[in-house]
């Protein structure tokens, strides 16, 4: 979340001097980016919508309300918190940000997603990077053809992208800058989330250099047995730092749903005991009624 605060002094030109009364101008505020992750040229929407409303007297609430009313129109708005004028400060505005959690293929580019859902303005050529990483983008790729329909605005709907942005705010609070970095960029792929079982790996992510990551349910899931999100994201981690390790350890598939996540090199052609894709193997370890602290016993990958 970003709050933007916004302040105008009110003018004492020709129309508060014929008049009597003060004037404000929203032509006149100065909007300040809040945040990194703040899109710069929202700033410069902000000042259009501003420049192209009318000055209007102090006290015409009217104008006031009709003003608040056209800067929660703009989609990466969440909220406004504070929108007033008086003769002492002038026209002050305060304004809560949608901050963008992922993005979505959109024709040749991509727009950001909240995480709300809102599709937010401001196309890109590339998925954009957060710190040292990148926002996640939603998947599955079989929905490129809807996602290239989306504008500014539009709300994503379908539980599988939602369940995606969870998956991507839970990356985000999870994963440090180190380890994002590692990461790289990244699909998401939510719609067989609520299909996890011990032979289906639910969510996958596809990284780069055709890694794969299997990650269970969503991360709001509250299916008793599931690990705990912050050992799944661990044992990411972990298997993140083996690529950069000496001597480097690279591997094509990671499954992070165990206590002992399992591991496939990439130079090895046989399946490192992951159920999920071979259909065989040990059954799913039943941990029903573990607290969250099991996380902290989750240990570096297996690695076959």
């Not at 410069?44 to 209007?56: I, K, N, S, V």
């Not at 008086?86 to 040749?108: H, K, M, S």
């Not at 890109?124 to 790729?141: K, M, Q, T």
């Not at 990671?254 to 002992?260: A, K, L, P, T």
Request: net charge neutral; proline share 9%.
């Amino acid at each position: 979340m970003a709050v933007i605060v916004a302040l105008a002094r009110y003018g004492t030109g020709s129309r508060s001097e014929a008049s009597g009364d003060a004037w404000v101008d929203p032509a006149r505020l100065s909007f300040g980016s809040p945040s990194p992750w703040m899109d710069p040229r929202w700033i410069d929407t902000l000042e259009d919508l501003a420049a192209q409303t009318d000055p209007f007297i102090v006290a015409d609430g009217q104008a006031l309300q009709a003003f608040g009313e056209r800067l929660l129109e703009l989609p990466f708005i969440e909220r406004l918190g504070k929108l007033g004028a008086d003769r002492r400060r002038g026209l002050f505005v305060e304004l809560t940000l949608r901050r963008p959690e992922a993005c979505i293929p959109v024709g040749e580019g991509f727009l950001l997603v909240s995480r709300d859902g809102v599709v937010l303005p401001g196309r890109w050529e590339d998925p954009p990077r957060s710190g040292l990483g990148f926002l996640p983008v939603i998947g599955p790729v079989r929905d490129a053809g809807l996602f290239a329909l989306a504008r500014p605005g539009d709300w994503l709907v379908d539980p599988s992208h939602l369940d995606a942005i969870e998956v991507a705010i839970s990356l985000r609070k999870h994963l440090d800058e180190s380890a994002r970095r590692r990461l790289g960029r990244c699909l998401i792929d939510a719609s067989r989330g609520p299909q996890a079982s011990v032979e289906e790996p639910g969510i996958r992510l596809l990284l780069e250099d055709k890694r794969l990551c299997l990650f269970g349910r969503s991360p709001t899931t509250e299916e008793p047995g599931e690990l705990p999100v912050a050992a799944k994201w661990n044992a990411l981690a972990c298997a993140l730092a083996l690529v950069d390790a000496t001597p480097p350890r690279d591997w094509d598939l990671v499954d992070c749903r165990w206590d002992r996540p399992d591991l496939r090199l990439a130079r090895s052609p046989r399946l490192a005991g992951v159920a999920a894709i071979s259909g065989r193997g040990r059954k799913r370890p039943d941990r029903r009624g573990e607290s969250e602290t099991g996380a902290s016993r989750t240990v570096g990958p297996r690695v076959r």
